[in-house]
């Protein structure tokens, strides 16, 4: 009886071997991502309106936040226009300046060639101002293209 079971632990583990293979393929760009590319910090201005960036290699990117006035704990509006480079997905990763305010990186959905949009949310802080840096990350076949935006808000 024990050997015409013998060959059950093989195929088990290769089993196990082949899910866990296929589980860390299809998250493999999280765990390592591709080449990025940092480009300077804009020195636009989120509350005046879209700010518009040059690409490497050619091709522009313009980004907005909607409102203007940025509000804390309300939906925020992001909009992604993006000409002369091929970007697969797009999202926009807000962090703190001086201060960890946690994960906080929605996706935005592409709604047309080169337009993107989506929702996001600043929380609340304990400061009556705070600085605030999104980093919007193009995600192209060329690698990662990374534009970081600086903005404030006031409660």
């Not at 909607?66 to 509006?77: C, G, H, K, V």
């Amino acid at each position: 009886m024990a050997q015409k079971k013998s060959w059950l632990v093989p195929v088990v583990i290769i089993l196990i071997a082949a899910v866990l293979g296929g589980v860390a393929f299809y998250y493999r760009d999280y765990f390592e991502p591709g080449p990025a590319q940092m480009l300077p910090l804009s020195d636009c201005d989120l509350h005046d309106g879209p700010c518009r960036s040059e690409l490497p290699g050619g091709g522009w990117v313009e980004f907005s936040i909607l409102p203007a006035s940025i509000p804390l704990t309300q939906p925020l509006r992001l909009q992604v226009r993006v000409e002369g480079v091929e970007v697969d997905r797009t999202e926009v990763d807000f962090s703190g300046v001086s201060m960890n305010m946690g994960y906080n990186r929605p996706r935005l959905e592409k709604t047309a060639e080169g337009h993107f949009e989506g929702e996001g949310l600043l929380p609340v802080c304990i400061r009556q101002r705070m600085d605030w840096e999104a980093k919007l990350m193009l995600h192209s076949s060329d690698g990662l293209i990374i534009i970081p935006h600086r903005f404030e808000t006031v409660k």
